[in-house]
């Protein structure tokens, strides 16, 4: 079964407003998350870093204050895409390694739009 | 920056072996080769990892060449639910808290 749990799955929001993006550790704690966007026939995109009690680490171009990250305990991260527009409208993975396992987990995905 | 070469696409029929090639020239000594797939609008999967040793479990086997510039992943015999794209990627570690940089990928079609 899922290890990390994504919600919601899909979402519709008009141009303007903000979406918040939930990622669950299931059965584990996981002290760091990482949050990607992934675009139509492209790949995964790494936007961000989330730290457990700490500032998210973003990676080069990607705007903090657009994209805020939470990871307020041991077992969730949130993305909130603020102020969203069309242009954001994408498939938003979120994934958490397990302690003692070498692989990462994937979260199964949120599918952003924005009209 | 992905540190991988992959063919963009490749067909396999049902029931046959899928080869799936990975260049990873630049590879370190202590990197690790990791494979993942994506079947559409869903979350990456784990596959399977090697160091220099070739790797077996359930789901495929990992070719590993002699100089770890190259590998290749098997899978012994494609289903339709094998039709994905698959993502070859090096890891420098087997720390938890590394990144995971993908790359485009290959986009396996599995034909009946």
């Known amino acids: 079964g899922a290890v990390v749990s994504q919600h919601p799955s899909r979402v519709i929001c008009k141009s303007g407003t903000s979406v918040k993006i939930e990622c669950r550790s299931l059965d584990f704690q996981a002290t760091t998350m990482f949050w990607y966007r992934q675009f139509p026939k492209q790949s995964l995109m790494l936007m961000a870093t989330s730290n457990e009690g700490s500032k998210a680490t973003y990676e080069q171009g990607v705007e903090k204050d657009k994209f805020l990250i939470n990871h307020a305990s041991l077992t969730l991260s949130t993305l909130t895409v603020t102020s969203a527009h069309p242009e954001d409208s994408s498939f938003y993975i979120c994934?958490?390694?397990?302690?003692?396992?070498?692989?990462?987990?994937f979260g199964q995905g949120t599918r952003l739009t924005v009209v | 920056d992905a540190k991988t070469t992959q063919p963009p696409s490749m067909d396999c029929a049902e029931g046959r072996a899928a080869n799936l090639p990975c260049n990873h020239s630049t590879i370190s000594g202590n990197e690790y080769v990791y494979w993942y797939r994506q079947i559409h609008s869903q979350g990456p999967q784990y596959i399977i990892h090697g160091l220099k040793n070739n790797e077996t479990n359930e789901m495929a086997s990992l070719i590993i060449t002699e100089d770890r510039k190259s590998s290749t992943l098997i899978l012994p015999h494609a289903t339709l639910r094998d039709t994905a794209v698959y993502y070859c990627?090096?890891?420098?570690?087997?720390?938890?808290?590394?990144?995971?940089?993908f790359g485009k990928g290959t986009r396996l079609h599995i034909l009946p």
């Open positions: 994934s958490a390694p397990r302690g003692g396992l070498t692989e990462a987990f």
């Open positions: 990627i090096v890891r420098v570690s087997l720390n938890r808290d590394d990144k995971i940089i």
